[in-house]
């Protein structure tokens, strides 16, 4: 008896087979859209990723603008540390300063808020920028509370105090503005 033989094998020319090709590209997951809503090309780079998606866009003006809160903050600092008599002075249009610890212990702290805005300077990480732009947004916001309320209670009006409440308010506008544009989501090109 002999063994039947099997019918010839005829190749499926899958480059033309539209269907098979959907369907092992359904299989493989590409050619889809993700969460982001990219469409992959291949699976190595849905692996990989896309390093456009990692980069961030920067708003227009951003680096200057972390440079010179760096710089203010640590001009302040020092300041602070170093004479604060004349911080004080300056401010407010008085020369008897009860006690100067208050006033270096602010130096310090704003020494400390200008490492992370050095820090922040040098990183492409969004989180990172944004968090230090929320800090610089909301440390301007108590400052000018806390000036504010010096003033009223003082029932007088410096020149120099007025200038600082005016800065700090077009600094918060500033810094909520640059955190939200880090914040946004780029446009699909």
Known sequence: MAAKQ???????????DLVSRL?????????????????HRSKISQVLGNEIKFAVREPLGLRVWQLVSAVMFSGVAIM??????????????EEAVSSKTPIRLYGG????????????L????????????????????????VTTMSLLESSRIATGAVLLLGSRALFVLISIYYYYQVGRRPKKV
């Open 6 to 16: 099997p019918p010839p094998l005829m190749k499926k020319h899958s480059q033309t």
């Open 23 to 39: 369907k092992t590209r359904k299989i493989l997951g590409v050619g889809g859209e993700d969460d982001d809503g990219e469409v």
């Open 80 to 93: 602070a540390l170093a004479f604060p008599d004349q911080l004080y002075d300056a401010v407010f249009n």
């Open 109 to 120: 702290a704003l020494l400390s808020i200008s490492l992370i805005m050095w820090n922040a």
């Open 122 to 145: 040098y990183t492409a990480e969004k989180v990172i920028i944004r968090w230090t732009l929320l800090t610089e947004a909301c440390y301007f916001t108590v400052q000018f509370l």
